[in-house]
């Protein structure tokens, strides 16, 4: 089985670029079908399996297929979709974009959930995002059992990490973070 994550966040693009780039939630479950459909064509043994993040700070497609044509094809695959179904030109996108195969995609999944990734490292509001994904990629039928396998696992590490460190003992949101700061700095007014 041949695993790619293709995603856009933080890191990688700013805000007005990521905002072109997230999905309704609404959309997501007729999103997971298309995706799968569309990779289906460059994936010679079956219907592939698919997850989409989507929040304010990042949109990654999780994608596992277990005979794609090529990696490269699999990867081009997933891009031009992901442009298409955003309507953006793929130029637009390209230089935000970045691609993990197989183990890194794995490192990543167990970054991103434990908070490591994150605009607030250890922040926990993305564990609930990425297990709303899983659900919602399940009730699509694009879960398939190496994707749940990953993202159970995923979400196994990231309680064993929240609960052997102090990762999440100071983590706050964003918003909260801003308000400290604007209290700091606007304190004598």
Known sequence: MKLLTLGINHHTAPVAVREKVAFDPEGLLDALSDLRSHLGGVNRGGMPEATILS???????YCAAND???EGEFHEATFDWLAKSQNLAPSVLQPHIYTLPQSDAVRHAFRVACGLDSMVIG????????KDAVRTANEAGAL???LNQLFQKTFSVAKEVRGSTEIGA???SMAAASVRLAERIFASI
Request: glycine share 8%.
């Open 68 to 70: 794609p044509a090529s």
């Open 123 to 130: 922040e926990t509001q993305i564990l609930g995002q990425m």
């Open 170 to 172: 100071h983590s706050i």
């Open 144 to 146: 398939g059992t190496y």
């Open 55 to 61: 929040t304010c700070n990042r949109t990654e497609l």
